[in-house]
Structures are given as C-alpha cells and as structure tokens.
C-alpha cells in the first residue's frame, strides 16, 4: 500500500490552533503542498499577518516574518527586494488585507511586486471576537453590526480581485473556496499557480480563498460550509479576473 | 484495499470528514474523548473505503492520512 | 581620502552606502528629500535598492522586511513622517532587527512647518512607538559628523540588533560643508546574520522573526533581556564632545544646530570673562550622562539650550538631580535661536550665581 495522502513536508508537525471546522487549517496545507510540489521550501519567506493566523509563523517549515497588522504586502517588498532569488509569500485574513493593509495590498499589485498573497476571506475579524470586515456581507450580523450591516451606514463590502485585477501589475487574481472536495482542488491548483508566476517572475499573484469561521458565524463546521455556499460564492463569484497567461496550466 | 488513518491526537471533531466522505464510513466517536477534549472522527467500515482522500482533502487540521 | 563639498543630506547617503546599506525605503518629505533623490540616483548603479514606498508606514515595513532578510536597510523622513513610521520602529525593535532611520527634523506639532527643529527629543529618545524599547540616538553637528555617525549606527544596530536613528535637522540637512568620507565597506552585510529569514536552504531549522509573545512571562523575560542590552549601551555608547568645560562655571548643553549658535555663544561669553563651557551630547539614547556628572561639582549652573520648547533639558535635570540650577533657553517653529540670545541667557546666569 502507498501513502497517497499525508501532512505535507512544508507543514511542522505542530498542532493548528484554529477553531474546530475553520477551513484555514485546508489553506495552510494547500500552501504547504504547494511548496513542498514545487521543491521550494528551502528558499521560502512567508510572512505571517495579524489576525487569526498571527501564528502561522510556528506551522510553516520555511522561514517566517511576522509583520505589523496590514503591513505583510510591505514587508514582503522588502524582502523580495533583498533577497530576490528567494520565493516570498504573505498569507493574510480580510481585516489585515482589505481594511487596514489595503494601501500596502493595492501599491503592491501597482508595483508588480514579485510576491503571493493568499488572502483568506471569511467576511469577519475572527481573532478579536467576530467583528464587521470590509468582506462582511449586506446585513451581515457581527459584533460591531449587531442589527446586519447597513451599506448605507457602514458601507459595501469590497471585492479585492475585481478591485486588483484593473492593475497592470497584477500577474494572477483569481478567486477560490474551499467548501467542497472540488473546490478545494481548484484552490490548490490557484495556490500552485500564483506560486509558479512568480518563480517565472511574472509580477503580483494573489489568491483570494472563501472561507469559514464557525466559532463568530454561530454555525457548525458543516453548516459554515453551506452558509459560505448560499451567502459568500453569490457576493464573492469564484474565477480568474486576471491571468496574464503562462506556462503553467 | 485502502485504508483513511485518523491521528486522533490531532482530530478536533468538526465532522468535516464525516460528511465529505462519499461511502459514508467515517463517524465521530459516540464515545471516545480525546485529549484535546473533543469526539475523534473514526473509520467504521475500513473494507469500504476508496482511498479517495475525500476525508483528508476537507480535514482542516491534517488528521488524516490515506493509503492505498 | 580628501575632503568634499557635500550637502548635509547627501554626504549622509554616501557615507551610508559606504557602511553598505544597499536597501533605502523612502517617501517624499521635506527636508529630508535630498537624501532620498541621492539614494534613488546611486543605488541602480551600485546593484542596490532605492524604492519610493506608498507611504512611510510602508517604507518602515520595507525595512523591516530587508532587514529581516538579512541586509542594512535604511529609510529616512522628516518629523511627522517619523510619526508615521512609529508603529513599524516598535516592530523592529520588538523583533530584534536591525535599522537605520533618518529623521531630519522640522516644525511640529502637527504639518508644523518646514524650517529646522529639535521638537522630536521626546519622540526619538522616550516614544517611538508602543511598548518598552529604547532605540539608540545619534545627533550630528556637522556634515562630517553625518555622515561618520550613519557608519556608526549600522554597526551598532546590527551589533546590539536594534533600530538606530540619526536625529538630525533640516539646517545640518541642507548645509554644505567639506567632508572627508571613510573607506567603503567591502560588504552590504559585513557582520553574520545567522538569525535572518532568507530561507533555511534545508541546511537549518526556519527562522522566525516576531514580535508576538502570548504569555506574559515570556514576554517580560524577553524585554528584561532586552533592558540588559540597554544597561550595557549605557555603559558603552555614551558619546559627547566638551568644549572649555573644565574650568566653566556655566555650562551650556545643547545638540546638532542649536550646540553650533552655543559655541558662539560660548566664545563671545569667554570674550567678556565668563566661564562658560559646552557639553554636546552625541547620543541622546544612551544620554551621556557621565559627561554631564564629570561637571557637576564645579559648574555653578548649566543651560541647556535647544530649537524646541524644552525637551533634552527634562535629561538634563535627571542627570544634575536638583545638585546645581539647570536652565532652559528654546525657540520653536523653525526658528534657530541667535547667538546673542544664549549669551543674554548666559548673562543672566551669572547675574544670578556670582
Ligand atoms: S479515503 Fe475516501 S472512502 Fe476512504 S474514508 Fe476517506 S473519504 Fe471515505
Ligand atoms: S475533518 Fe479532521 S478534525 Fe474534523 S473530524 Fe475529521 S479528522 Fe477530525
């Protein structure tokens, strides 16, 4: 008998110290996959944001940065810029990404800075206790929109790779979940890609992934997935909105 | 002959395998708590599964590991 | 190697590409722009990297980042862009990482003004940012000093690995001055890094850079540590230059610009017969304390004498402890202070003491 699935190498043999059912545990191994596919993890710098996956850093096996909240885009400039030959990638939540890291996000992609982002969007801040994102949908209830987020008070959720794939600079803006055995596939296969521009140094990659978060949404792990299904793919459609085309299929 | 491995220690019981399974041999356990204090997921009929991996591909804390 | 005419700002950025900081992060302030303009011309020549960030909070990150890899990164601004860059300076120095960052002093607070100002002591020596850290603090008074300080702090902040900031101000930015540079650095990293994130190669467990600490033991035990740091800085980095201080009666302190209007103050003082002397401190974090002690016994009092309301002087009087009278002369907004206004200060001292 062969192993045909196992823990993948990139990954530290340290338990997640996410909630039961959140999907952020399937996005780190799909990165780690990646890394560990593409052979890469010996010249790897991710850096980790604020949010629920500050401590990203103790799971990858790569090298690790912790960057100020919003500020993983910069950071990961500055070390791409040093260390060139090097694969750089931020993984970043909604919050960090979207809100308050948007300038460092969006001058990234202008700049066609050389780096991955995968961008974890669960339409709420999960490490403060469940509070409005930038990706919380209409009506949404959450902490700080106990009554559902009113647009016209609170304003519209933002759509990053829409917004991203305008930028000459962007390289890869494609948008993925992780809801269902497929879904998942498809979003390693994203990952995979975004990681393969850049070693063919194609400019910005960012790989947005629909996720959950069972704990602040009030629903179990499966329920979440159906929530994500019903309320996330309508507002957040999955697909490329920008492939500058390449090698890799 | 294909056989899903629960690392149980790992296992946080959500369920996802549970139901992401297609021959439907994964329960969570009506009994056994585990360290971590939640119900492991376990294999009921090994002789059924696939090796499909379906459980692995859903599991979010890398519990599982299939062999074929 | 002989000497050039250089602009305060620009000898600087020479003299740190010298010490071999190959990664510069800016955005555009004034009066620091001649820096970033030198640095954007040279750096592409030299295979080094001269980005404009999309703002200070950014470039501060870049540095982070570059020097998280492993390389001397500097960035540089003016006040209220220093402000900008506090929260990624408390990073840095809650991570352990090496940094140079420029501040070219102006008029605060607020967008305050563009003429020259030491308002930012507070700032560069008590709260650059959250948390417990100290970051050490150089102040030139000339362009030579400039640009032999800029060699210093990359040493120092990769030595102690800590941020380390030039605090100088918008006249020494903009004066031309001959200056002798120092040889280069053979390398852009001429200390091992064995802590950077620049990828294991397989060959070593992965590095982490970060600042996050959960439980609070830990997190004291890592600041008590680092606060042992400090207390050897303190001991070894003390720097100040004395000027006719061992017989003053009256001693001036005062640092950058406004220590250059004191020297002239001082001459013309000594001119009328008053012992006045001059204590300017080269560090500001470590303050240098003993140099200020060595003079307690004899001084009849001490003026301290800066372009801003009265901040370095708060040191002062820790330092003198209540043993002699310390005074306070200041002029804000941009306006150096004249000669003739620290000698009528001076003047007045001595009226007093007798
Ligand atoms: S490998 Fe497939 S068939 Fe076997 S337990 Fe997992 S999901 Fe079920
Ligand atoms: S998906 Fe993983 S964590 Fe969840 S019940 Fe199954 S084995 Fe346990």
Known sequence: MAVVFQKPQALLDVPFTYCPGCTHGIIHRLVAETIDELGIEGHTVGVAPVGCSVMNYNFFACDMVQAPHGRAPAVATGLKRAIPENIVFTYQGDGDLAAIGTAETVHAAVRGENITVVFVNNA????????????????????????????SYSGHPIRVCEMLATLEGTALAQRV?????????????????????????????????????????????????????????????????KDVGGTTK | MAKAIIDETKCKGCGLCVAACPRKILVLSPDKINSKGYRPAQVVDQSKCTGCASCAIMCPDVAITVER | MAKVLMKGNEALAEAAIMAGC????????????????????????????????????AAINMVLGASAAGKRAMT??????????????????????????????????????????????????????????????????TVQEMTDLVALAFDNADKYRMPVMILSDGMLGQMMEPVELKTANATDCPIEKPWAACGHRNSRPHNVINSLYLTPQALEELVKKRYEKYEVIKKEEQMADEYLTDDADIILVAYGASSRICRTAVNTARKEGIKAGLIRPITLWPYPAKYI???????????????????????????????????FYGRTGGIIPAPDEVLNEIRKLTGGVK
Request: aromatic share 10%.
């Open chain 3, 22 to 57: 190959r990664h510069f992060f800016g955005y555009p302030i004034t009066p620091q722009t001649e820096l970033a303009a030198y640095m954007a011309k040279k750096m592409p020549k030299i295979g080094g990297v001269y980005l404009q960030a999309e703002s200070e909070i």
């Open chain 1, 177 to 241: 979940s992780v809801d269902n055995v497929k879904n998942v596939q498809n979003a390693k296969k994203a990952i995979k890609k975004a990681f393969t521009y850049q070693i063919e140094k194609r400019g910005f990659s960012i790989v947005e992934v629909l996720s959950t978060c069972p704990t602040n949404w009030g629903l179990d792990a499966q329920e979440s997935l159906q929530w994500l299904r019903d309320n996330m793919i309508p507002y957040y459609p999955l697909g490329v909105y």
């Open chain 3, 293 to 327: 002690e060595k003079h307690i016994a004899h001084a009849k009092a001490f003026l301290c004498v800066e372009m801003s309301m009265g901040q370095m002087v708060d040191d002062v009087r820790l330092c003198v402890n209540g043993r002699k009278p310390v005074a």
């Open chain 1, 124 to 151: 709420i801040y999960g490490m403060t206790g469940g509070q409005m994102a930038p990706t919380s949908l209409p009506n949404q209830v959450t902490q700080t929109t106990p009554y559902g987020r009113d647009t």
């Open chain 3, 76 to 141: 540089s601004s003016s006040s209220p862009g220093i402000s900008l860059k506090s929260e990624g300076i408390s990073y840095i120095a809650g991570s352990d990482l090496p940094a140079v960052i420029v501040n070219v002093q102006r008029g605060g607070p607020g967008l305050g003004g563009i003429q020259p100002s030491q308002a930012d002591y507070w700032q560069a020596t008590r709260a650059t940012g959250h948390g417990d850290f100290h970051l050490m603090v150089y102040a030139p008074s």
